[in-house]
């Protein structure tokens, strides 16, 4: 299944156990719970279905593993979203509010437009650098600047 037809919700869960697998090498229902401020029974449900959907599994001392799938999944909603506070946080915008507007944008966009926004962000960091100007995070818009 497509990631743009999985959903927020579902995205988000496969992004917390994934950012928790890293975090931490492992990752039980209880962190999930933590990590995303929801409570265990809502966690489980969540969980069910992502397992039904073959996204993730549960082993028997609780762990949960995504999926070659949920990986992928996982992945690419996690580099959408550091992608997309790193670009808010250097226009300007302070760091609770680009984590926010990212973690909403993530799931908005598709994968094409993703990387079109990312590919032009690059060359604009490219054309930045190439001409000699300074970069910092204080710096204005880096996509108004080719």
């Not at 762990?63 to 979203?81: F, N, S, V």
């Not at 966009?109 to 000699?132: H, N, P």
Request: with cysteine.
């Amino acid at each position: 299944m497509d990631e743009k037809h999985l959903g927020k919700s579902k995205e988000d869960y496969l992004e917390a156990i994934l950012m928790l697998n890293k975090k931490k090498g492992w990752c039980r229902e209880i962190d999930v719970a933590v990590h995303l401020s929801f409570s265990k029974p809502s966690v489980s449900i969540a969980l069910s279905k992502l397992e039904s959907g073959g996204y993730i599994t549960r082993e028997n001392s609780g762990e949960i593993r995504l999926t070659q799938e949920g990986l992928r999944i996982a992945e690419a909603t996690l580099e959408k979203h550091e992608f997309f506070k790193s670009v808010f946080m250097r226009l300007g915008v302070a760091e609770a509010a680009a984590e926010t507007d990212a973690c909403l944008v993530e799931h908005s966009i598709s994968e094409d437009t993703f990387e079109k926004i990312r590919r032009y962000v690059e060359e604009a960091e490219k054309r930045r650098s190439s001409d000699g100007s300074p970069r910092s995070d204080s710096d204005a818009d880096p996509v108004s600047s080719g």
